[in-house]
């Protein structure tokens, strides 16, 4: 079902987040959106591995929700598991009805890819996402 895996980590300040990243610890950009100014998202790779770093900014228009203060008091959520999957209509249909909480409907984003938010068991976001 699924077939790639990756967390999303979120910074208020993206540059200082990119260079921290990049430039103290080695980690190259592979991805950026948009490609043009500062990104609200960037894949980062180190080795055979990747993160994801995002702005809470960009969170809060895909999420539709603050991720500091949604859910719980005072609980504050710095990242997400995103996973890729080859058919996400299924998945989808599949989640909802294993009665995985569903945070935001299955739509297409600007940048190419068809995308879902859940929740697991312990309210950590899962992000479930297609390439078209």
């Known amino acids: 079902m699924f077939k790639e895996s990756f967390p999303i980590l979120y910074f208020q300040d993206m540059d200082r987040a990119l260079d921290f990243y990049c430039n ?41 929700m603050d991720l500091v203060t949604s859910g719980r008091a005072n609980f504050h959520r710095n990242f997400e598991v995103c996973l890729y999957v080859e058919d996400i209509e299924t998945v989808v249909d599949q ?21 879902a938010y859940f929740e697991d068991c312990e309210g950590n976001y899962l992000h479930i996402t297609s390439r078209i």
């Open 24 to 64: 103290l610890l080695g980690f190259s950009s592979v991805y950026e959106w948009p490609d043009s100014g500062t990104p609200q998202f960037a894949y980062l790779k180190v080795g055979d591995t990747g993160i994801g770093i995002s702005t809470y900014e960009a969170a809060r228009e895909h999420l539709k």
């Open 95 to 115: 989640l909802i009805k294993k009665g995985v909480k569903q945070i935001t409907e299955l739509e297409t984003k600007p940048w190419g890819e068809r995308m």
